[in-house]
């Protein structure tokens, strides 16, 4: 477009696409009067030549979206981004700069998106970029004066696509936003509270049908748990989800195929039963399935507030291996309060059920801002723990990035120590480095859990 009123430039990384697609995704079915472009920068040298070409005839927006592990090198790229090239606003969204809107500022972003993007950004549009007015948002003025306008208001999540048809960028369909299971050390409830809202199975078969006309052959689900799709509580609703798969294959078509509880979701262990798994085999071509156990300690799993027992774990497990599927169980080591007896415990559960034929997943705690637990140490691993998992992955029986993990977490925990409070002088430390695990979604445990609107996924 020649001479727009505004330039959208996404920041757009590998880690994070799903974001900026829903974003998009609303922006292309909405009318406005403001005249925009959007640019995909998808490096730093790439940002920088988008700004510069845009400040000679527009206003521009750099939209950023990030997990909290990422935020200290992306604000070091953003303040070399600032150097070379002035002149944009930009605009944090996702999970850290919900928890954390003025640290997100004081770290060099000039406004925080607050909760659920979507109608942040087609007002952000609108207004030609002027965030004054604007619910959703955190920033400050000309004067210096901060200003916070609350969270952005919750629409049903069939109120916008799940990714966009303008620019093709294809993404898994997100069925389900929001979780009842408030555990206490994942952010994704306590971002968009402590509910589901589901896509209606209309919804998705629109989505499966665009996918099926533009070539794409392969479906799946964002969701923080799979067997929870149409149910308003933590009884699954079997009949929800058959309906929805079915629609599903149908619409991908003889050469397509669907994916569930798989990448990039989990299973709940006490939703896992004969009678589900039929289903996702009488319509689903994954051979595996992400179960989130987090730990073996029924203490631990208590105090994390998870709403299953150890037990529900090794059923879950032997149902799914019974029926044929390879099975991946997420852990988390080191989570607040757990003593020796309790690593021992999951430790123990995983030896158990990599002997059953599992593969261990494995995390160490990371105390993530806007969670009960942001304040809480950070995860470590004692030495016999360390050499048991590190045999565990020479066997082939555990994978994951745990030992970057308990590095980042030491980070955000020194971070956390240094956060304003009441009568405390504001000291400013960097947090983590990222860790680039995509399927964590931005959280401990397997599902994408930290996705919608601006949120980072």
């Known amino acids: 477009m020649s001479n727009p009123d505004l330039v959208l430039v996404l920041r757009y990384r590998k880690a994070v696409t ?11 079915e909405h009318p406005t009067s403001t005249r925009y472009e959007v640019v995909f920068a998808e490096s730093e040298k790439a940002t920088v030549a988008a700004i510069q070409a845009a400040a000679k005839s527009a206003k521009t927006l750099v939209l950023w979206s990030f997990y909290s592990p990422d935020a200290a090198a992306l604000a070091e790229e953003l303040q070399r981004i600032k150097a070379a090239a002035p002149g944009a606003v930009h605009v944090a969204g996702g999970v850290h700069a919900t928890a954390e809107p003025v640290r997100t500022l004081d770290a060099g972003w000039d406004i925080a998106a607050v909760g659920e993007g979507e109608s942040t950004l087609l007002n952000l549009v609108d207004q030609g970029g002027d965030p004054t007015g604007i619910q959703g948002l955190v920033y400050r003025d000309e004067q210096g004066t901060l200003h916070r306008t609350g969270k952005a208001q919750r629409e049903p999540l069939g109120r916008y696509r799940a990714f966009p048809l303008t620019y093709k960028r294809m993404n898994p369909i997100e069925i389900t936003r929001g979780c009842v299971y408030a555990c206490r050390f994942c952010q994704t409830p306590f971002m968009f509270s402590a509910k589901f809202r589901h896509r209606s199975v209309e919804n998705v078969r ?4 665009r996918m099926r006309e533009l070539g794409k052959r392969d479906v799946r689900f964002i969701t923080p748990t799979s067997l929870s799709y149409g149910a308003d509580d ?14 599903c294959k149908e619409g991908i078509g003889p050469g397509g195929r669907v994916f569930f509880g798989s990448f990039p979701s989990e299973i709940r262990p006490e939703h896992m039963s004969v009678a589900a798994l039929k289903v996702v085999k009488r319509y689903c071509a994954n051979d595996n399935l992400i179960v989130g156990a987090q730990s073996g300690s029924e203490r631990v799993l208590e105090a994390a507030k998870r709403g299953h027992d150890v037990e529900s774990v090794r059923r ?3 149902i799914g291996i019974a029926e044929g599927f390879r099975i991946n169980v997420d852990m988390i080591f080191g989570m607040p309060g757990e003593d020796p007896e309790d690593a021992a415990a999951s430790l123990e559960l995983a030896t158990e059920l990599a002997g059953l034929g599992a593969r261990i997943h494995s995390h160490v705690f990371m105390p993530l801002p806007g969670t009960p637990w942001r304040d809480a140490a950070p995860g470590d691993v004692d030495p016999e723990t360390i050499r048991a998992v590190s045999r565990l992955a020479q066997q082939g029986a555990l994978y994951g990035h745990w030992e970057k993990q308990r590095a980042h977490a030491r980070e955000l925990a020194a971070a956390a120590a240094e956060r304003p409070r009441p009568g405390r002088s504001r000291t400013l430390l960097p947090l983590a480095q990222p860790d680039h695990d995509a399927r964590q979604a931005g959280e401990h445990g397997g599902g994408a859990c930290a996705n919608g609107g601006v949120a980072a996924r």
């Not at 799903?18 to 292309?28: F, I, K, P, S």
């Not at 629109?206 to 049908?209: E, L, P, T």
């Not at 933590?234 to 629609?247: D, F, Q, T």
Request: proline content about 3%.
């Open 206 to 209: 629109w989505h499966v049908d």
């Open 234 to 247: 933590e009884e699954p609703n079997l009949a929800a989800v058959e309906e929805l798969l079915a629609s």
């Open 316 to 318: 879950a497990v032997r």
């Open 18 to 28: 799903y974001g900026h697609h829903v974003l998009l995704a609303a922006l292309e």
